[in-house]
């Protein structure tokens, strides 16, 4: 078939379309213009006017009817409000309450990074990346038992020698005794079920607690309905029960311990009659482990001042080293990495590196040791520059690669750390940080001057590596310090 019929055939079938859309057209105007005129012929017909008029008065008495009802019920639930209509949407007032002490906010800021570095770092992370509701949750509780633990008071004020008086107020009166602590913990009590399912190693000792205190409330009371039911409208006495459960779980977080008040017929014959919970570690010990924790973070701060001298890139990886037949140690691996960092930190050894930062942690399916490192190179040193003046053999040079192969070629020659058996190596190079909330390169440059990158790197990369150590872990490996950082300048920070 030549140009010129093909050229036939799209004129006409240009010319069949064109006629289909006019037909189309002309169709759909005379439709429109006789439903025009069978409307009109109706609304002229004196039989169809009564007919609308009718249906106008009757809809008009229905949407007075329905207002007037609506202005009574008002009227009759004025007098009574639910507990569960004074839970609060969200929970900005307490977490605003928090903003004076710099701890509780760098806590809050800090739990925040980690979880949701493990939301991406573990696939059996119990809240997924996409369920924003519960992360939502989650955090609501942190702000919840700081608060609790920091600046505690009542969920509802009240007084033994004015209990009679406060009996007889109304339900104005009453709210304006309602803490803002006092609402949230409605708001939890509802969620109890879902934060029941936050008691594992990946969640802070606060959050645990509060799993436990919830776990324990609900496990010996059998089928029995609960005593604080938020369908219960707002009185004197469905108010106090909220002070009773919030000072209860306060003497679970300053113990551990929740005493366990059983009616004697609930309990099946047999049963060992339960009187404590004990939670470990108590808020006590988790506050001496945050300070030391705290510490070694303002001293890391100080240490890397120094690298702001010049431009630097900061590249992650997670490293992995496995024998046949056995299980690497965390001793053989960090004698392993102390040679590699002494050969690396050497003017013949791996061109412009700088230094480091890691958190040893484990793969727990294989139970593999993992070092999840950032290294750190000098930006001037990323272009190759060859002693002979060869303008072909400069390049950009790959550093996840590079580095790859240079830790390679040590294994290699260090079988005795490994008694003489061949050493696999599985280097990956990750993200600095992995979580898409952050949004930022695998590669991170921080050029001098520049304040947002390293503001960055303060107060969410190097926070991530450090307090990662605050989850209490089952590890294979006892290691004392997991976080660790170069302890010496090289010579261009010197």
């Known amino acids: 078939m030549n140009e010129d019929n093909l050229e036939e055939i799209a004129k006409s079938e240009s010319i069949d379309e064109d006629f289909e859309e006019t037909t189309y057209t002309l169709t759909e105007n005379s439709i429109e213009k006789l439903s025009d005129e069978i409307i009109e012929n109706l609304l002229n017909n004196e039989k169809f006017k009564k007919i609308f008029i009718s249906k106008d008065i009757e809809e008009k008495k229905r949407n007075r009817d329905s207002l007037t009802s609506s202005n009574r019920n008002r ?15 969200d929970n900005l007032p307490l977490k605003s309450s928090l903003k004076r002490l710099k701890s509780a906010q760098q806590y809050l800021h800090i739990v925040e990074i980690l979880y949701r570095e493990l939301q991406v770092d573990y696939v059996d992370f119990p809240i997924r990346p996409t369920r924003r509701r519960n992360f939502n949750l989650l955090m609501r509780v942190e702000v919840f038992m700081l608060s609790l633990t920091l600046q505690p008071i009542p969920a509802f004020i009240e007084s033994v020698s004015q209990e009679e008086s406060a009996q007889q107020e109304n ?39 509060l799993a436990e205190f919830f776990i324990e409330k609900d496990k010996f009371t059998r089928s029995l309905k609960s005593k604080l039911d938020l369908t219960l409208d707002v009185t004197f006495e469905s108010l106090s029960q909220i002070n009773d459960y919030l000072i209860s779980l306060r003497k679970f ?86 040679t590699l960092n002494k050969k690396a930190m050497r003017p013949e050894g791996f061109v412009g590196y700088l230094g480091f930062l890691y958190f040893w942690k484990e793969d727990f399916r294989t139970k ?20 002979a003046e060869n ?52 590669e991170f440059p921080i050029e001098l001057g520049n304040r947002k990158n390293w503001n960055f790197f303060e107060t969410h990369i190097l926070p991530y590596f450090v307090f990662m150590e605050m989850f209490d872990v ?4 006892d290691i004392q310090r997991r976080f660790s950082r170069a302890r010496s300048y090289p010579k261009e920070l010197k």
């Open 253 to 338: 977080i300053e113990t551990g311990e929740y005493k366990i008040i059983l009616n004697k017929r609930y309990l099946r014959e047999g049963d060992p009659e339960p009187i404590t919970k004990i939670v470990k570690p108590t808020r006590i010990q988790m506050d001496g482990k945050w300070k030391k924790r705290s510490e070694r973070f303002e001293s890391a701060i100080q240490y890397f001042q120094e690298y702001k001298k010049i431009d630097i890139v900061l590249y992650r990886f997670e490293i992995k080293i496995q024998v046949s037949d056995q299980r690497v140690t965390a001793t053989q691996f960090q004698d392993f990495f102390t």
């Open 75 to 89: 009227e009759e639930k004025s007098e009574y409000v639910s507990l569960r209509e004074i839970i609060p949407k």
């Open 391 to 442: 303008s072909e053999m400069i390049k950009l040079r790959d550093i996840p690669n590079e580095f790859s192969l240079y830790v390679k070629n040590v294994l290699d020659h260090q079988t005795e750390i490994f008694e003489g058996k061949f050493a696999n190596l599985n280097l990956t190079s990750v993200p600095v940080l992995k979580s898409e909330f952050w949004n930022i390169p695998a």
């Open 171 to 209: 339900i104005t009166q009453l709210l304006q005794r309602v803490t803002r602590l006092g609402k949230e913990f409605l708001f939890l009590w509802d969620e109890r079920d879902r934060i029941k399912k936050f008691s594992g190693n990946y969640f802070t000792t606060n959050v645990q607690i």
């Open 368 to 387: 593999d040791l993992i070092q999840d490192i950032i290294i750190i190179m000098d930006s001037r040193k990323l272009i190759t520059s060859p002693e």
């Open 474 to 477: 089952d590890y294979t490996d």
